[in-house]
């Protein structure tokens, strides 16, 4: 059963301010901490927030950028959005509010004036149903807000003792004993669907944001497929490895490294496939962006060079990346390696948020948006002109 107290994912980079805010809003609220706005991203699924608390200046993902992409999915475009920044210009207070902020507060702040303002957003709804009770979300909750043991009883003092002084508490500062995460509990994993291919897509189409495949059996046991995030500019390449990939488990394309950082949180991916060349954000970049992710410091990565293998191994190490293949690359040799990955001891088919036909339901709408905004930009010469061939070609015989 979860809680009836309110969710809130506060997010920003500061450890400090993080480990403020959590003991600060805690005793009345559910709080939830991500360190910028991709992670946020991640962590949104399982965390479901009532009320999020963002910070603005942040690597990887912004809090524009995040709060930008809140107001876009359906079930946040109204939960209510806490600014907390040291940014104070009049420019940029209007265009928090004009993204959708519900408050705007500036560093550094005072706790009592971002709890009032919280209690006023919050005023007047319910928390939502949630599916996941805090203390069943390891890995995901900050380690200052784990499950804390109950605290040793003091030993009683010896017979005719001094009495302790007193510890004085400075007042209005908030303490709480911090401890490491608690030790996550072992979950059966849910049965996933049978792989199934996508309602009229044609071998080798891509859905433009997420793309799912299946061609070949399967080499894992059915309902425990892992989802494989496959990352290559050059499509040849990505053609051929998808092939091998579909037979290990669902895989998914990302052309770009940008196009992957995006798909990250909707795919939750258990394997990434990144080559070291690609359009927008190389694979280095990419890495060192997913390993920024806490629910993604230990995900095996499998790294797809044209540089000399033995020297990449070496530089990638200390980003925990195991295993690198070059190019050109061998299909026999590429499945061997991939499937020694997943029928590894230490590989795990992580729980996911949204299963395939939600997936590709999200995938659909954020087309649906994209286009949205194209049009919204105005339609370019090519594409009048393809619209009016679509209507001579399709005009009834009893029209001029």
Not at 146 to 168: G, K, L
Not at 206 to 223: E, K, L, Q
Not at 261 to 278: C, F, G, R, S, Y
Request: charged share 25%; aromatic share 4%; glycine share 6%.
């Amino acid at each position: 059963m979860t809680s009836d107290k309110f969710r809130i994912l506060a997010v920003d980079d500061d450890e400090d301010l993080r480990a403020l805010v959590d003991a600060a809003l805690s005793d009345a609220y559910e709080v939830v901490t991500a360190n910028n706005g991709l992670d946020a991203l991640v962590k949104l699924p399982k965390v479901e927030p009532d009320l999020f608390i963002l910070d603005l200046m942040m690597p990887l993902m912004d809090g524009w950028e995040l709060l930008a992409k809140l107001r876009q999915q359906p079930g946040h475009a109204k939960t209510p959005v806490v600014l907390l920044t040291a940014l104070n210009k009049t420019e940029d207070i209007k265009k928090g509010y004009a993204l959708g902020a519900s408050v705007y507060l500036t560093k550094p702040f005072e706790l009592p004036r971002l709890l009032r303002n919280i209690d006023v957003a919050l005023r007047g709804s319910t928390p939502r149903a949630k599916k996941h009770a805090a203390k069943d979300l390891p890995g995901v909750l900050h380690p200052e807000n784990a499950p804390r043991p109950a605290a040793p009883a003091p030993a009683p003092p010896p017979a005719h003792a001094a009495p302790p002084p007193p510890e004085a508490t400075p007042s209005g500062v908030f303490l709480r004993p911090v401890t490491g995460p608690a030790t996550p509990t072992p979950r059966s994993l849910p049965t996933a669907p049978p792989p199934v291919r996508v309602p009229g897509a044609p071998h080798g189409a891509t859905s433009g944001v997420i793309s799912r495949f299946d061609h070949g059996p399967a080499a894992v046991p059915a309902g425990e497929r892992p989802r494989i995030l496959l990352v290559e500019s050059d499509a040849e390449v990505a053609e051929q490895l998808r092939h091998i990939l579909d037979q290990l488990g669902d895989t998914y394309l990302a052309h770009d490294g940008v196009e992957a950082k995006e798909q990250v949180a909707d795919v939750e991916p258990d394997l990434l496939v990144i080559a070291t060349k690609l359009r927008r954000m190389n694979g280095y970049v990419l890495v060192d962006a997913i390993r920024e992710l806490e629910e993604y410091q230990a995900t095996p990565i499998l790294l797809v060079t044209d540089r000399d293998v033995y020297k990449e191994r070496l530089a990638v190490a200390n980003k925990g990346v195991k295993h690198v293949i070059g190019k050109p690359i061998r299909p026999h040799q590429f499945h061997e390696m991939v499937g020694e990955i997943v029928k590894s001891a230490d590989f795990r088919v992580r729980p996911k948020a949204a299963g395939i036909a939600e997936l590709l339901l999200h995938a659909g709408r954020r087309r649906a948006s994209a286009v949205e905004q194209r049009a919204a930009g105005g339609i370019s010469g090519e594409s009048k002109a393809a619209f009016t061939q679509f209507l001579r070609e399709n005009k009834r015989p009893d029209q001029k």
